[in-house]
């Protein structure tokens, strides 16, 4: 069973855009959200942290925000570099648990 | 369902015992996987690289004696805590990179092990 979704397999977006990356989880009882992203034939790099006691954190063109009441997190990009090109991961904990991962999403910002 | 496992999800032990914990693909063939340590609150550490039949490469300031790594199949990698102590108690993750039915190459996570060292 899938706990945490990302629905988006794929995502294309001008250069200097926004890129908003999506994703959907089913345990209310998640209190720890990551985000990383991954180039190809390298490991996953952590990109941002929120924990459930914030609505949104920031760190330079990233945003996360989220919304507990809809399960929902989600990964803004703004603005977006062809560099940001890479396949995005969210991933969930309960804390001191296991993280559960989404599949990802590859994002391609078009120069 | 889960397509990258881990076992055991859960292991406490004894200071100077060595812990294996096995990370295997369900589904698909890994050409490559990846070890982590995750701390409270705080990101993964990438520890390793592992590719099949061959040794793994270790990232800086990790010890390749203490954390053996074993890529043996294409489908299982073996993490091995030598000696384990105190500080070695974390939460280790792996992932699995390969083509999985005929999709694009991906990376699939495992659900972690949490290693107590008492």
């Known amino acids: 069973d899938q706990q945490v979704k990302q629905n988006s397999p794929s995502l294309s977006v001008q250069e200097g855009r926004i890129s908003i990356l999506n994703c959907d989880y089913t345990?209310?009882?998640?209190?720890?959200f990551l985000w990383y992203k991954k180039y190809p034939a390298e490991g996953p790099t952590f990109l941002i942290s929120?924990?459930?006691?914030?609505d949104k954190n920031e760190d330079g063109r990233f945003t996360v925000f989220l919304n507990k009441s809809a399960k929902h997190l989600s990964l803004h990009i703004v603005p977006s570099q062809p560099g940001d090109s890479a396949v995005y991961f969210c991933?969930?904990?309960?804390?001191?648990?296991?993280?559960?991962f989404g599949t990802g999403t590859s994002l391609t910002v078009i120069p | 369902g889960a397509v990258v496992s881990q076992h055991p999800s859960w292991v406490i032990c004894k200071s100077g015992t060595s812990v294996k914990i096995e990370c295997r693909s369900l589904?698909?063939?890994?050409?490559?996987m990846f070890w982590y340590r995750q701390f409270p609150k705080q990101s993964l550490m990438l520890m390793a690289t592992?590719?099949?039949?061959?040794?793994?490469?270790?990232e800086q300031g990790v010890e390749k004696d203490k954390f053996l790594i074993n890529h043996a199949s294409l489908t299982l990698s073996t993490l091995t805590v030598t000696s384990a102590h105190p500080e070695d108690s974390s939460f280790y993750i792996c992932?699995?990179?390969?083509?999985?039915?005929?999709?694009?190459?991906?990376?699939?996570f495992g659900p972690g092990t949490r290693l107590l060292v008492l």
């Open positions: 992932s699995a990179h390969g083509v999985r039915g005929g999709a694009q190459e991906t990376q699939y």
């Open positions: 345990n209310s009882m998640f209190d720890y």
């Open positions: 929120i924990s459930s006691i914030k």
């Open positions: 991933a969930a904990s309960v804390t001191g648990n296991q993280f559960y």
């Open positions: 589904d698909f063939q890994a050409t490559t």
């Open positions: 592992s590719n099949e039949g061959s040794k793994a490469t270790y």
